[in-house]
């Protein structure tokens, strides 16, 4: 008798709490919390962020703040859309565990099973490397944006110059940023079902989820006309740019959402992939997503560590993770030309943020991130705002100090060893492409893959400086490399090396 209460007594207390938790045990936490994200956007001047919460398996709060575009009235709502940009990641890699729950694919099987015209500079690397290996950034392989971000080639071009790009390091040694692995697991996706990758998230993720407001690119959102605008700071002053697409690389970062949809996203990445009538992935295949795969390194980590000083910092299936409180926290950052987001969880309290924003890089996002797990899941009363905006302006301070000393070794009264005239030309590398050289109103005009254009000055010798046609990108530097007989033989722009060609 006595077990048979016992028992009941347990089934009884199952039952209460599986329940979920009323969103009015929350309103103090809430109340505080969005007056803590209005004052914060201020502070960091972002012209407009949005903001989902999710605790104990509900969406406990989302909210528009700001406005979409300065200077325009229209305020930010919940279905505005923003980029994800690399929190697209992490729903590559929920693509992915799909086929492998479908038996398609494994994530230890060689990439070259299934993309045989794959190819890296190593042929090791192009032999060993397995699926697994695309979404950890441990290829070997460094930082190769300059595919996309620097040329308008096709997805298949990009994939393709990789087979050019030389090693930074050994398969598998450590760890460097790589977004165009994610392209290579996008096409792994679309040979194994037959559909394009921006199609199969579609279908296989958004619309179970019924994320009806999500796009797998920008050129699937450029119409709306409820989207944010792009936001940098140029010269001092605040200005709209244009959008920058990723859809030459949509698997690492082309998808556009809102931050109602994206509560969604939350909920289902940290209640085991489950959603309304089903879920995702099976639990085994979940958790391989956030497993620890690779170690990254203090100088790969994010600034925000001198503040949060993690014991650990790893890398899952599209996930950074590190420490905090004795807690596993998984997150990603995104960052566009302009615009910013972050997805965070810690699955241990049962609670996730999704932030976007409209101004570049403003790590206002995570102090919200932090904000968010203090006020509704562990405790304390840090200003992580105020701590981390002054900490970035410190890096601010430091780059303009840079910049400063740059100038002060420039050697003034200094000529040019040819005329302007002997270094117009075209120049080219099969990594890098081509540059077109001419001459306006007495100063050198670079135009890099017929995409990108600076207009440059003399500097001093025969390195010339000076602004991107695009001022948000900054200023360029060009250093001709001469011949024994005096001739120009090759240009060094901005760390990319071309060899002028001859007539």
Known sequence: MKN????????????????????????????????????????????????????????????????????????????????????????????????????????????IQ????????????????????????????GNSDVLWAGMKISSDEVLHKMRLVKPAYSLRSSFVYQ?????????????????????????????????????????????????????????????????????????????WSSVGDMGKWVLCMLDSSKYESGRLLQPATFQELFK????????????TQQLTKPNWTTYGLGWFQHDYKGKKVNFHTGSLAGAIAIHGQMPEEKIGIYVFGNFDHAEVRHALMYKAFDLFAL??????????????????????????????????NTRSSLPLEAYIGKYTDPLYGEVQISILENQLVFNVNQFVKAKLQHWHYDTFYGPYEKAWYGNATARFILKTNGEVEKLEFDGMVFEKIVK
């Not at 450029?222 to 940098?232: F, I, M």
């Not at 620890?292 to 600034?303: D, E, G, I, S």
């Open 4 to 111: 048979l209460f016992f028992l009941c007594f347990c089934l009884v207390a199952v039952s209460c709490f599986a329940q979920k938790v009323p969103i009015t045990n929350y309103a103090k936490q809430i109340k505080e919390f969005d007056t803590y994200v209005e004052q914060a956007r201020q502070d960091w001047k972002v012209p407009g962020l949005a903001v989902a919460v999710v605790k104990d398996n509900r969406v406990i709060f989302t909210k528009g703040y700001g406005v979409k575009e300065l200077g325009k009235p229209d305020a930010v709502d919940t279905e505005t859309l923003f980029t994800c940009a690399s929190t697209t990641k992490a729903m590559t890699a929920v693509c992915m565990g799909i086929l492998v729950d479908e038996g398609k694919v494994n994530w230890d099987d060689p990439v």
């Open 292 to 303: 620890p795969q690779t170690l990254v390194p203090a100088n790969q980590f994010y600034p």
């Open 379 to 412: 405790g304390g009363n840090r200003d992580w705002s105020a701590e981390f905006l002054k900490l970035y302006n410190g890096f601010r301070e430091q780059g303009d100090k840079a910049e400063k000393d740059f100038e002060a070794k420039r050697v003034v």
């Open 179 to 255: 977004n165009i692995f994610y392209l290579a697991a996008g096409q792994v996706i679309e040979k194994i079902s037959g559909q394009t990758w921006a199609t199969f998230v579609r279908q296989r993720v958004f619309e179970p989820l019924k994320m009806t407001r999500t796009r797998p690119t920008r050129e699937a959102a450029a119409t709306d006309p409820n989207q944010t605008s792009p936001h940098y700071l140029v010269n001092g002053k605040i200005e709209v740019i244009e959008n920058t697409s990723a859809d030459q690389i949509g698997p690492a970062g082309s998808v």
């Open 114 to 141: 299934y993309l045989p015209d794959f190819q890296l500079y190593d042929p090791y690397a192009t032999r060993e490397l397995r699926i697994r290996d695309l979404f950890i950034h441990n290829s070997g392989v």
